[in-house]
């Protein structure tokens, strides 16, 4: 195959689906990855008029094996990005967690993620390539909230791995940034929930409350469309001296609360 491939993980969640959509409009290659065998036929419905340009795989990013056969399946494909936009959650409190939750949420989040990267670099190392890599994290990375301990310690967890690949990494053409996200706003329907994904959409929502919106310097959520333009921008050569960085898109959050509680 002599495509460029940007492998997309987490595709069927709401920012995945939509940087899919986005990615795709632009002309890109996606490998788009799923846990969820049903949610992989959904997509495939949904992306019909881009088939040419994708390919569907399984990976189960809490399961070793599945993460090295992935790897394996992808060893002769021509890869230029990884998008490590996987993730789980849960909304208990501390109190409220064990160590089958902590573990579960760590397992994606962090372990599988960052192994699944570090085996995609040694190939591109081997091969001389270079390897474009954003990780989706989340202000909570660095910021305290209710119900959010196991989640905010996943994310911290695979931004500092990502600072520690560049130091090692980024004279071999790897370049690895990662991306807090506040709130967007738009539709977050999700496939397999109760509403599924529905087609890409530019335009914002404005459900949301006027006492959040005046939280927020910019007086507004990003949208979708600032999200994936930027993240567009780190796949691409023009970024490749922005590297090992952790960027905050939160329209001035934390710089107004630098305590904020999401």
Do not use: W
């Not at 987490?10 to 002309?27: D, R």
């Not at 846990?35 to 992306?47: K, S, V």
């Not at 967690?97 to 573990?103: D, E, S």
């Not at 530019?202 to 949208?223: H, M, V």
Request: hydrophobic residues 40%; contains cysteine.
């Amino acid at each position: 195959m002599h495509k460029n491939y940007i492998i997309l993980t987490g595709a069927s969640g709401n920012i995945g689906n939509k940087l899919a959509q986005f990615l795709l409009s632009k002309g890109y290659a996606l490998i788009m990855t799923s846990r969820n065998i049903e949610h992989l036929q959904e997509m495939q419905e949904l992306f019909q008029e881009y088939k040419n340009n994708i390919l569907f795989m399984e990976l189960d990013l809490s399961d070793q094996n599945s993460i090295e056969n992935f790897v394996k399946s992808v060893q002769n494909i021509q890869i230029k990005g990884l998008v490590n936009n996987a993730a789980t959650d849960n909304v208990d409190k501390i109190e409220n967690l064990n160590y089958k939750k902590l573990q579960d949420i760590i397992s994606v989040n962090y372990v599988g993620t960052a192994y699944l990267t570090l085996l995609l670099v040694k190939n591109a190392i081997a091969k001389n390539q270079k390897l474009n890599i954003v990780n989706i994290s989340s202000l909570l990375s660095i910021f305290g909230a209710e119900k959010s301990a196991a989640y905010s310690a996943s994310k911290a967890a695979l931004e500092a791995f990502a600072r520690n690949l560049i130091v090692e990494y980024a004279d071999k053409g790897i370049v690895c940034n990662s991306i807090r996200i506040a709130g967007i706003s738009g539709d977050l329907n999700i496939l397999g929930s109760e509403t599924k994904v529905v087609r890409y959409d530019t335009q914002p929502k404005t459900e949301n409350t006027k006492n959040n919106l005046q939280q927020i310097p910019a007086g507004r959520f990003s949208t979708f469309t600032e999200i994936n333009n930027f993240i567009e921008y780190l796949l691409s050569d023009k970024s490749e001296y922005l590297n090992g960085q952790s960027i905050n898109i939160d329209g001035g959050i934390s710089v107004k609360y630098p305590g904020y509680n999401i």
